[in-house]
């Protein structure tokens, strides 16, 4: 299972020099919903990484796609987390309440 990354240069950088390969720099709306697109049809993929900012960015029908979303897990970071907490979304992709 790997880890994707979607964002701007700036964002995607650290998860490069971290070893993260599938990273994708997405400095366009259009960029940012094909690169999302790309993602959710590769099964490889178990968690994808976005910055909260893009999640506004991404039309209203494939931004519920992800909030629905169990297999990738999607992980906004930086504010908000796009609707559910970590907590919820660790519960739904492992089928357990880690924190009880």
């Known amino acids: 299972m790997e880890i994707a990354v979607i964002g ?3 964002f995607i950088l ?6 993260i390969q599938k990273t994708y720099a997405a400095d366009s709306d259009e960029k940012l919903s094909e690169h999302i697109n790309k993602v959710l049809q590769d099964v490889n993929v178990g968690i994808l990484v976005l910055n909260s900012k893009d999640m506004e960015r991404i039309p209203r029908r494939l931004r519920a796609t992800l909030e629905e979303s169990v297999r990738p897990t999607v992980i906004a970071i930086g504010g908000e987390e796009g609707g559910l907490s970590m907590r919820e979304r660790i519960k739904r992709s492992v ?5 009880k």
Do not use: H, P
């Not at 650290?14 to 070893?19: D, E, K, M, Q, Y």
């Not at 089928?95 to 924190?99: F, Y």
């Open 8 to 10: 701007n240069s700036e």
């Open 14 to 19: 650290g998860f490069r020099l971290a070893g």
């Open 95 to 99: 089928g357990v309440d880690l924190w």
